[in-house]
């Protein structure tokens, strides 16, 4: 079986780094908010192109950190309009619902998958405050029309940058190029912990205090509290490892390049298409996509030739039954994506003699009639 991503081979990769790391801190005896959170937070900021980095719980508390914050900056308020795109994973709207803001679903671009210049300037109103850019799948979905659309309607960019550590804007990384960014590391991400593990990225000195105490109880000071936060720390054993694995982020991401170029160039079954890429040197595939109407045929037939895949997703966020006030929606092309979507794997341990079998595979898919 080829699996879609075996993360004890790819983490094997980063010994006897990982695990000697990890034992220092076992022996430092100092668990939570040390010497490893400070470090991996200049090293990722440094990797970032922003002024500030503060570790968190996860992605989803990267992303809620930075809509609250800017709620008690008093910059966003209740039921304001976030532009967020259809076929983003439900965390970027989670994030946005449990700030009591408004999630606005954007339909992306039925080439790159992404909102795009185009259907934001189609969704923006007066009641719009931010936009939530996905860089859905590893590619950059920022551009200079966006930031000019936004700043004339004082619109906040927040980054969605689970998917997308490493990836490229005009020679800047995504997650430095809008107000500010979230980040997941998320054993399957790119830059991938032990567990899970996030960060808030930003060039903004008032938002990044304001999250440094918001993520900690709302503390700067031990025991002096001067607002209502939470606890969504960056662990030490989890930093320690992100350190030893930041090292290896971009050679692991041309990899994935090299295994993403090949799919595009190779894969020529009519039934099937392969992304539209603007720039394959910015792209960290942190999914490769295929589209395919008989999507489910493919997979069983993949299956079968020993190749594991997966669908990302299945059921965009305004069909789940969470959000059932938003299920009248009509989202043409994130709905198409659920039903068409399928990943293949693509990550750096994957050998050349193995991309080529899904490649066969792929390119064997026929339809019976
Ligand atoms: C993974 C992911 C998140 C959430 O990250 P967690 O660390 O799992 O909370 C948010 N947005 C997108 C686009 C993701 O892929």
Redesign the pocket.
């Known amino acids: 079986m080829i699996p879609y991503l075996p993360l004890n081979e790819i983490n094997a990769q980063y010994e006897p780094q990982l695990s000697q790391s990890l034992h220092h801190v076992v022996e430092r005896g100092w668990y939570i908010m040390g010497r490893e959170v400070e470090l991996f937070e200049q090293e990722y900021a440094q990797y970032i192109g922003c002024k500030h980095c503060i570790g968190c ?7 809620w950190l930075i809509f609250q914050a800017y709620k008690q900056m008093g910059i966003l308020h209740d039921g304001d309009e976030v532009l967020v795109p259809a076929n ?5 709207v989670l ?1 946005i619902t449990h700030n009591r803001l408004h999630p606005v679903f954007v339909d992306p671009s039925p080439t790159s998958y992404l909102m795009e210049h185009k259907q934001i300037k189609g969704a923006v109103t007066k009641k719009t405050k931010a936009v939530l850019l ?3 799948y590893g590619q950059n979905s920022f551009s200079d029309d966006i930031k000019k659309l936004c700043d004339e309607n004082g619109i906040l960019i927040i980054e ?4 997308a550590h490493g990836a490229i804007y005009n020679g800047a990384r995504t997650g430095s190029l809008g107000h500010a960014a ?1 980040h ?3 054993p ?2 790119n830059l991938g912990a032990l567990g ?3 960060a808030v990225t930003t060039d903004d000195t008032a938002l990044a205090q304001q999250i440094e105490q918001l993520h900690n109880y709302g503390s700067s000071e031990k025991y002096v509290h001067r607002m209502q936060g939470v606890n969504s720390r960056l662990d030490e054993l989890q930093a320690a490892a992100l350190r030893v694995k930041l090292r290896h982020l971009d050679a692991d991401n041309n990899r994935r390049r090299a295994i993403a170029t090949e799919y595009i160039n190779r894969i020529s079954n009519p039934l099937v298409t392969t992304p539209t890429v603007q720039e394959a040197s910015a792209h960290v595939f ?1 999914i490769f996509p295929l589209m395919c109407r008989q999507r489910d045929a493919l997979q069983k037939h993949l299956t079968d030739a020993g190749i594991q895949t997966q669908i ?1 997703y299945p059921i965009p966020p305004h069909r789940q039954e969470c959000y059932k006030e938003h299920a009248t929606l009509h989202l043409p092309i994130a709905e198409r994506l659920a039903l068409h979507e399928l990943s293949l794997p693509c990550h750096p341990l994957l050998s050349n003699d193995d991309a080529d079998k899904i490649i066969d595979a792929v390119n064997n898919f026929t339809i019976l009639t």
């Open positions: 719980g996860n992605g989803y508390d990267a992303l983003t994973f439900i965390a970027s994030a996905v860089h859905l969605d940058n689970a998917q979230a997941s590391f998320y399957g991400k899970d593990a996030g942190h990302h």
